[in-house]
Every structure is written in structure tokens, then in C-alpha cells.
């Protein structure tokens, strides 16, 4: 047997490897019960006694499972990478999973007159409680909430209540920086288990500190600090631009909007998103905000140490992220300009650009109405493309794109050129040797490779089961939407939509956030070892 196919067979035995992994999953579970905790919190400082049960009663469920199975495997061996690969895959699913309890038991558990209360005054729409009595929507809004996607079932946001929109904005947090990353920084480990493996099955960023617990608690502290400066500018933003709006409702919308900009997840504690302001001071507001996300976390890192600003512009991510700015974003105001259904193509535009290539989602436009130019331009000029590696966005990532330009580039040079000569191979500021460059490039085309083919393959379902009143741009667009996490829609995803459908948008969310390969390796290890080849 070749090689290279032995390396196809992830080997969790059922014993000492179930275990590590069952000890990894459930120490993911404490530590997002954290998380729920805090919510309960808001829902009784906000008198919603029943999201607050809800609350309760998921945080109880996922903690009880997160103890037995970190308690009873405890003292099994160290994470290889195999393994770490499968804690990454089952990590997330079976978190989302748990994720979904607090929306699935508030939807049950709420009367239906108190549900309706959420409503806000002077609206008479249904209350979006009641979606989540579908466990599948229940799971839809949790994966999109932990994977930063921002897709939602929840169709007018502000009648789930805010407890709800708390642990919503707070999943999308979490789940930016990473829920592995978070236990690896909060829960004590014995021994030492694979932390290493852990950390790199769930991230591409560089260690920040000599120890992967280091980098992990590094990493928190950064994006904690980032996100309280971001808090800060918006209530003060908000309470400027809105005097009007009241300073608790600026300090709830501040704090939300704070963590689904840094974790570039995109959830709004307002029925329109961001246009809900109806404001044009608004909206640029918040677009700092977007662009701070889809920074590498790494890069803050460095700017901290060494005090220069030059740091972010020697980077090239940074440099290649404003190129796009610079150059696609005229090109999507001309698009819209030819269309009657824009009424102003440069703010609207502007801001959904910056939203789509940070994949924050956040949506001041209409999408659905725009020309499918416009649509397509969104799509695969900024969404699959991405911020930074090492930040909290999803796409191939720039610096993929970046390695991939960069190979062209060397290969156009050397056919002008004598086939003896030696041309070197850069990216950014480091040369590499021919070991170096085909490892680099062929990562990078082998991932680009696979997402297409994910994405195509899930476009062509989509194209199948939507209905009608859809157009193939709009398949397109809501398919790389939850496969490069950004959340922004053409109007497919709602609550009516086909479970085919959702079921992929979930499949995709997932494989998104986890860049492909940790799924993949799962999928295999749970292939009986007789129908492996």
C-alpha cells in the first residue's frame, strides 16, 4: 500500500484514545458553560425569568456532561495529533449541539403571551422564540453563533429577549478567539497533554509565548483588550450620534456589537442589523470596529511589544487586506450605481465590502434586490477571500491568496528566464528554499482546492432545493456567506427554508471555522477500519 494512503487512517483505538478525546471534549463543555452562566445573569438584571431558566437549565446539562466525561478520562495519555485533530471536529459539533439547548428550552419552556411580550412596542410581528421549537433551528443559530457566522433564524432579533442576545453576541465571542484556545487557558490540564496539537487543530496563528498555555492566556488578553476598547468607542460613538437612545440600551447594543465585531461574527441586538439606526453616522461608526477584527491577533500581539505602527504595514496580509479596499470596493459602488434599488451606492457599498472581506456580516443593504454583478463581485472579490490568518475572520484567508499570487509570480519569472537561474521565493519578508516553497504553496493550493470543491458541491444542493424566486447568484452567495463564516444574505436563509439547506449551511459553517481537515479527519476515524482505504 502507498504511503501516503497510510496517512488517511486516523487510528483512535477505544481505548486510551476515546478517552483523551472524551477528556478534551468535556473540558470544552465547562468552559463554555461559563459562558451560558453569564447570560443567566442578564436575563434576571433584564427580568426575563424564563430565558434565565432556560439558561440555567442548559448550563446545568452542558456542565454535568462536561464534568463526568473530564473527571472519568482525566488520567488518560497525552493528545498526538491524530487525536487533537478529532477533539477540534467533535469539539465543535458536539458544542454547538449544547449550544443549542438555551434557544430550544426558552422556546418550549416561554409561554406563548410571555413570548409575544418580547415583542417590542408598536410592532405586531411573532414573537422569533417560537422558530427554535424546530431543534433544528436551534442548532442552525448555535453552530452560526459559535463558528461567527451570523446567519440567523432568529428573524426580528430583538424578540428573543436579551438574555438570549447576550449568550448569542457572547457565543460568536468565544467562539472567535476559539473554544479550544479558551480551555487550554482556563482548565487545569494533568500532565502534559498535546497542548501544542490542540492549540494548531484549532488555529493557524503563531505562538505568542515559549508555552502553548501562555499563547493560549496571550491571546485572550489581547482580544479582551481589544474588545473593551471597542465597547468604549461605541457607547461613546453612540451616546454622541443618538442622545436620544438612552444610555442603557447604548451601553447593551456597545457591549454586543463590541463582541460580534471582534470575533467578526456579526450578530446585531437590532431587527436590521447595523441599519437599524437609520443613521449614517452609524454605520460608519461601526466599520473600525470590523477592520480591528479581521486583524491578526498575532500582529496586536507584536504592535504591543515593540510600540511601532509600522509593524501592521510591514505585514503583508495587512498590505494585501487595504489593496482590496482600494481596489474593489469602486468597482462595487459603479455596480450598484446602475441599479434603481440602491439609493445610495457609495454607503451602502462602502460598508458591506468592509463587512464582506472582514466576514463581520453585519448588513446595512438589501442584498437580495442587488444585480447579481453586485452579488457575485461580494462574493468572490471579498467573502471567499477573507481577512487575516492568525485573526478571527474565516474565507481561504489572505495569506493564502497572498503565497498563491506570490507562486504565479515566481513561475511567469522564471520562463522569462535562463532554466538554470536561480530566482528566489518570498513572502513578505522571509526567503524560502525550494523545501520550504512547494511545502507553502501546495498547503496553500490543497486548502483553496478543497473549499471550492466543498462549495461547489453545496451550491449545486442548494441550486437543487431552493426555490424560485432565488437566482443562481443568490445559491452562490448565501453558500460562501456560511462557508467563509460571514453571515451576511441574499435572503435564503429564513426559517421556511428546506432542511436539505440548513443541514449543508450548518455543514459548512462547520467546515468553515475549522478550515476543512479536522472535519475530515473525524469523518475518517468514525469509518470502521474494514471500509478504510
Same mark, same amino acid.
Given at each position: 500500500?502507498?504511503?501516503?494512503?497510510?496517512?488517511?487512517?486516523?487510528? %483512535?483505538?477505544?481505548?486510551?484514545?476515546?478517552?483523551?478525546?472524551?477528556?478534551?471534549?468535556?473540558?470544552?463543555?465547562?468552559?463554555?458553560? =461559563?459562558?451560558?452562566?453569564?447570560?443567566?445573569?442578564?436575563?434576571?438584571?433584564?427580568?426575563?425569568?424564563?430565558?434565565?431558566?432556560?439558561?440555567?437549565?442548559?448550563?446545568? $446539562?452542558?456542565?454535568?456532561?462536561?464534568?463526568?466525561?473530564? &473527571?472519568?478520562?482525566?488520567?488518560?495519555?497525552?493528545?498526538?495529533?491524530?487525536?487533537?485533530?478529532?477533539? $477540534?471536529?467533535?469539539?465543535?459539533?458536539?458544542?454547538?449541539?449544547? @449550544? $443549542? !439547548?438555551?434557544?430550544?428550552?426558552?422556546?418550549?419552556?416561554?409561554?406563548?403571551?410571555?413570548?409575544?411580550?418580547?415583542?417590542? #412596542?408598536?410592532?405586531?410581528?411573532?414573537?422569533?422564540?417560537?422558530?427554535?421549537?424546530?431543534?433544528?433551528?436551534?442548532?442552525?443559530?448555535?453552530?452560526?453563533?459559535?463558528?461567527?457566522?451570523?446567519?440567523?433564524?432568529? =428573524?426580528?432579533?430583538?424578540?428573543?429577549?436579551?438574555?438570549?442576545?447576550?449568550?448569542?453576541? /457572547?457565543?460568536?465571542?468565544?467562539?472567535?478567539?476559539? +473554544?479550544?484556545? /479558551?480551555?487550554?487557558?482556563?482548565?487545569?490540564?494533568?500532565?502534559?497533554?498535546?497542548?501544542?496539537?490542540?492549540?494548531?487543530?484549532?488555529?493557524?496563528?503563531?505562538?505568542?509565548?515559549?508555552?502553548?498555555?501562555?499563547?493560549?492566556?496571550? %491571546?485572550?488578553?489581547?482580544?479582551?483588550?481589544?474588545?473593551?476598547?471597542?465597547? /468604549?468607542?461605541?457607547?461613546?460613538?453612540?451616546?454622541?450620534? !443618538?442622545?436620544?437612545?438612552?444610555?442603557?440600551?447604548?451601553?447593551?447594543? $456597545? +457591549?454586543?456589537?463590541?463582541?460580534?465585531?471582534?470575533?467578526?461574527? @456579526?450578530?446585531?441586538?437590532?431587527?436590521?442589523?447595523?441599519?437599524?439606526?437609520?443613521?449614517?453616522?452609524?454605520?460608519?461608526?461601526?466599520?473600525?470596529?470590523?477592520?480591528?477584527?479581521?486583524?491578526?491577533?498575532?500582529?496586536?500581539?507584536?504592535?504591543?511589544?515593540?510600540?511601532?505602527?509600522?509593524?501592521?504595514?510591514?505585514?503583508?496580509?495587512?498590505?494585501?487586506?487595504?489593496?482590496?479596499?482600494?481596489?474593489?470596493?469602486?468597482?462595487?459602488?459603479?455596480?450598484?450605481?446602475?441599479?434603481? +434599488?440602491?439609493?445610495?451606492?457609495?454607503?451602502?457599498?462602502?460598508?458591506?465590502?468592509?463587512?464582506?472581506?472582514?466576514?463581520?456580516?453585519?448588513?446595512?443593504?438589501?442584498?437580495?434586490?442587488?444585480?447579481?454583478?453586485?452579488?457575485?463581485?461580494?462574493?468572490?472579490?471579498?467573502?471567499?477571500?477573507?481577512?487575516?490568518?492568525?485573526?478571527? =475572520?474565516?474565507?481561504?484567508?489572505?495569506?493564502?491568496?497572498?503565497?498563491?499570487?506570490?507562486?504565479?509570480?515566481?513561475?511567469?519569472?522564471?520562463?522569462?528566464?535562463?532554466?538554470?537561474?536561480?530566482?528566489?521565493?518570498?513572502?513578505?519578508?522571509?526567503?524560502?528554499?525550494?523545501?520550504?516553497?512547494?511545502?507553502?504553496?501546495?498547503?496553500?493550493?490543497?486548502?483553496?482546492?478543497?473549499?471550492?470543491?466543498?462549495?461547489?458541491?453545496? #451550491?449545486?444542493?442548494?441550486?437543487?432545493?431552493?426555490?424560485?424566486?432565488?437566482?443562481?447568484?443568490?445559491?452562490?452567495?448565501?453558500?460562501?456567506?456560511?462557508?467563509?463564516?460571514?453571515?451576511?444574505?441574499?435572503?435564503?436563509?429564513?426559517?421556511?427554508?428546506?432542511?436539505? %439547506?440548513?443541514?449543508?449551511?450548518?455543514?459548512?459553517?462547520?467546515?468553515?471555522?475549522?478550515?476543512?481537515?479536522?472535519?475530515? =479527519?473525524?469523518?475518517?476515524?468514525?469509518?470502521?477500519? &474494514?471500509?478504510?482505504?
Amino acid at each position: 500500500m502507498p504511503r501516503f494512503m497510510i496517512r488517511l487512517r486516523p487510528k %483512535i483505538s477505544q481505548g486510551s484514545g476515546f478517552q483523551i478525546v472524551m477528556r478534551d471534549i468535556g473540558a470544552l463543555q465547562m468552559a463554555l458553560s =461559563v459562558g451560558m452562566m453569564l447570560s443567566v445573569f442578564v436575563s434576571l438584571l433584564y427580568r426575563e425569568f424564563y430565558n434565565a431558566l432556560s439558561l440555567l437549565a442548559a448550563t446545568g $446539562a452542558t456542565v454535568t456532561f462536561g464534568a463526568l466525561a473530564y &473527571r472519568s478520562c482525566r488520567n488518560a495519555g497525552e493528545s498526538k495529533r491524530r487525536h487533537a485533530m478529532v477533539v $477540534a471536529g467533535a469539539g465543535w459539533l458536539v458544542s454547538a449541539l449544547f @449550544g $443549542a !439547548l438555551p434557544f430550544l428550552f426558552a422556546a418550549y419552556l416561554t409561554p406563548p403571551d410571555v413570548a409575544q411580550a418580547l415583542v417590542p #412596542t408598536g410592532e405586531n410581528y411573532q414573537s422569533s422564540l417560537m422558530y427554535f421549537k424546530n431543534p433544528l433551528h436551534a442548532l442552525f443559530e448555535s453552530m452560526s453563533a459559535y463558528t461567527t457566522t451570523g446567519l440567523t433564524m432568529a =428573524v426580528h432579533e430583538p424578540s428573543i429577549g436579551y438574555g438570549l442576545l447576550f449568550y448569542r453576541s /457572547l457565543a460568536q465571542w468565544i467562539g472567535g478567539a476559539g +473554544v479550544i484556545v /479558551l480551555s487550554l487557558a482556563i482548565i487545569p490540564r494533568p500532565r502534559s497533554v498535546g497542548e501544542l496539537e490542540l492549540y494548531q487543530s484549532e488555529t493557524a496563528g503563531a505562538k505568542l509565548r515559549p508555552n502553548i498555555i501562555g499563547t493560549a492566556r496571550a %491571546i485572550w488578553k489581547v482580544y479582551s483588550a481589544i474588545t473593551v476598547f471597542v465597547v /468604549l468607542y461605541l457607547f461613546a460613538a453612540t451616546l454622541i450620534i !443618538l442622545p436620544d437612545y438612552g444610555w442603557r440600551s447604548s451601553l447593551f447594543d $456597545a +457591549v454586543n456589537h463590541a463582541m460580534t465585531a471582534q470575533s467578526t461574527g @456579526g450578530f446585531s441586538v437590532l431587527d436590521d442589523s447595523i441599519a437599524g439606526y437609520k443613521s449614517y453616522a452609524m454605520e460608519l461608526v461601526h466599520i473600525p470596529p470590523m477592520i480591528l477584527g479581521a486583524i491578526s491577533i498575532p500582529l496586536y500581539y507584536t504592535f504591543l511589544y515593540q510600540r511601532d505602527l509600522r509593524v501592521f504595514w510591514r505585514d503583508a496580509q495587512f498590505r494585501l487586506m487595504f489593496l482590496l479596499f482600494l481596489l474593489l470596493t469602486p468597482f462595487l459602488v459603479l455596480l450598484l450605481g446602475n441599479t434603481k +434599488v440602491v439609493t445610495d451606492p457609495v454607503r451602502e457599498g462602502v460598508f458591506q465590502f468592509v463587512s464582506a472581506v472582514s466576514t463581520t456580516g453585519w448588513q446595512t443593504s438589501n442584498i437580495g434586490d442587488w444585480k447579481d454583478s453586485a452579488v457575485l463581485l461580494l462574493a468572490w472579490g471579498a467573502m471567499v477571500t477573507g481577512g487575516a490568518a492568525g485573526a478571527t =475572520v474565516g474565507g481561504i484567508k489572505l495569506i493564502r491568496m497572498y503565497i498563491i499570487l506570490c507562486a504565479v509570480k515566481w513561475r511567469i519569472r522564471k520562463v522569462f528566464l535562463p532554466i538554470e537561474a536561480v530566482i528566489p521565493f518570498r513572502i513578505g519578508e522571509r526567503n524560502l528554499d525550494s523545501g520550504e516553497m512547494q511545502r507553502e504553496v501546495s498547503d496553500a493550493a490543497v486548502f483553496s482546492l478543497l473549499y471550492l470543491v466543498i462549495l461547489a458541491l453545496s #451550491t449545486l444542493i442548494m441550486v437543487h432545493y431552493m426555490g424560485p424566486n432565488f437566482t443562481l447568484a443568490d445559491a452562490i452567495f448565501e453558500s460562501v456567506s456560511a462557508q467563509s463564516t460571514v453571515g451576511l444574505s441574499s435572503g435564503i436563509t429564513d426559517p421556511g427554508m428546506p432542511a436539505v %439547506i440548513e443541514l449543508v449551511f450548518i455543514m459548512q459553517m462547520w467546515v468553515g471555522r475549522l478550515e476543512i481537515f479536522p472535519v475530515i =479527519v473525524l469523518l475518517l476515524a468514525l469509518i470502521p477500519r &474494514r471500509w478504510r482505504f
